[in-house]
């Protein structure tokens, strides 16, 4: 293995490294509701934060809009959400969930809180919450 001499680039593969790891550990609990990592950000944020306009839900999770435009239709499919004409922009829709959605993402969400918490259990609180400060530095950039 290259030993790294310049500590940010290190940083970088060890976080790389690390949140591959999480996100491993993290995604058996949504598997288990045959959920993909998207369907289950799709659920969560529109449980969260309520009916909006999918360009405003890719924003929230950070994906593509190709992706996305899969991911909403097969979810549209399932029953798990509707997707409307957006009534003030004609050009956008709304996405929201339907009540199947709402009970797939109660029924999943708290095995993946439990998952995330035992995955973060190799920190202690102080170590989590140092680590919240940290990085939030990047949040700027």
Known sequence: MTEFKNSAVKAMVVMRKAFRTIDAKVSESYKEDDLTPTQFGVLDVLYAKGAMKIGE???SML????NMTVVIKNMEKKGWITRVTCPTDKRSYVVDLTENGRAAIKHALPAHIAKVEETFSVLTEEEQEQLIQLLKKFKNL
């Open 57 to 59: 839900l890719i924003d």
């Open 63 to 66: 994906a593509t809009s190709g």
